[in-house]
C-alpha cells in the first residue's frame, strides 16, 4: 500500500494528514506509517479516537439519508478526503439511485484516489479546490454538470471545518454557499470541540499539530454559529451521536468530542 498506485508522484507520505488518520481509524487501507504512527499517539491522549470517529461516519448517514427524505438529489462534500466505505454516494444510492454528488478536497493523494475510484461513475466526480474558496469551488462543481443550483443541495461541512483556523474565515464562507444555494438546501455540519472533553481536546491539538493538518476546535456557540441563515432541524446542535440516532446511544455524549447539527435553507 506504500507505493501503491494512487498515490501521485512527489506527494510527501511522510507528512501525516487528517484524511487518512481517519480513513485508519475507521479502518481503511488507504494511510502510511507516518499517518498510523500519529494516530497511535492521537489515542494516547484521546482513547475514544475510534469511537469519535465511527459516531462521525454513522452521522454524516443520518444526516444524508435526512436530506434525501426532504428531497435532496444532490450534494456537495466539502473536504471530502479519503473515500472510505460509507461515501456519500454509496450512502445516498441506496436510497436514491440517480443521486448527484461532488466531492471536494484540496490534497493530492485524496483527490488522486477520489479520481481513480470515480472514474466509472457518470453522478459523481471530485474537484480539487480549498473549501476557503467557495466561488472557486462552485464554478469548478458545477462545471461537472452535476451540481445545479437552481435546485436544492446538500451541502456537507462533516468534521472538516476544524481544520480551517480563525484568520480563514470559515463563517464567511459557508455564507457564500449558503445564498449560493436554491431554498430548500441544507447543510449537514461536525466540529470538534473543546466544551465536552477539553483535557482531551487539548492533547488531540497538541499532536495535530504535528500534521499537515492542525486542529482548532471551537464552542458550541461558534459551531452554531456556522448555521447562520439556515434553520436548524431537531434535535439542534447536540453532541455527533446524539444527532437523530436510530437507536439509543449508550455511551456519554460527553465523550463525543464533535458536535453536530443540521440546518435548511427556507
Do not use: C
Request: net charge negative; charged share 20%; aromatic share 6%.
Amino acid at each position: 500500500m506504500e507505493l501503491a498506485n494512487w498515490v501521485p508522484a512527489g506527494s510527501d507520505t511522510g507528512l501525516p494528514s487528517a484524511a487518512r488518520l481517519y480513513d485508519y481509524l475507521l479502518g481503511g487501507g488507504h494511510n502510511f506509517a507516518a499517518d498510523r504512527a500519529l494516530a497511535e499517539e492521537l489515542l494516547v491522549v484521546e482513547p475514544n479516537a475510534r469511537a469519535i470517529a465511527r459516531h462521525n461516519r454513522s452521522f454524516l448517514r443520518r444526516a444524508v439519508l435526512y436530506m434525501i427524505d426532504q428531497g435532496v438529489q444532490q450534494f456537495l462534500d466539502l473536504g471530502s478526503g479519503i473515500p472510505t466505505v460509507g461515501n456519500v454516494h454509496e450512502v445516498a444510492r441506496r436510497a436514491a439511485p440517480e443521486t448527484r454528488v461532488v466531492y471536494v478536497d484540496f490534497e493530492d493523494i485524496a483527490v488522486a484516489h477520489s479520481r481513480r475510484i470515480l472514474a466509472a461513475d457518470p453522478l459523481a466526480a471530485i474537484v480539487q479546490e480549498d473549501l476557503t474558496e467557495p466561488t472557486a469551488v462552485l464554478d469548478a462543481a458545477s462545471r461537472t454538470g452535476l451540481l445545479d443550483l437552481a435546485e436544492p443541495v446538500g451541502l456537507l461541512a462533516v468534521s472538516v471545518l476544524h481544520f480551517v483556523s480563525s484568520t480563514a474565515d470559515a463563517a464567511g464562507a459557508l455564507g457564500v454557499y449558503r445564498d449560493a444555494v436554491a431554498s430548500g438546501s441544507h447543510l449537514a455540519l461536525s466540529h470538534a470541540t473543546a466544551d465536552l472533553q477539553p483535557v482531551e481536546m487539548a492533547g488531540i491539538v497538541e499532536v495535530m499539530k504535528r500534521s499537515a493538518n492542525p486542529v482548532f476546535p471551537r464552542s458550541h456557540a461558534e459551531v452554531h454559529g456556522f448555521f447562520l441563515g439556515f434553520d436548524v432541524v431537531d434535535p439542534g446542535v447536540v453532541p455527533v451521536p446524539r444527532w437523530r440516532p436510530e437507536r439509543a446511544a449508550d455511551d456519554d455524549p460527553a465523550s463525543a468530542g464533535l458536535f453536530a447539527g443540521v440546518g435548511h435553507k427556507g
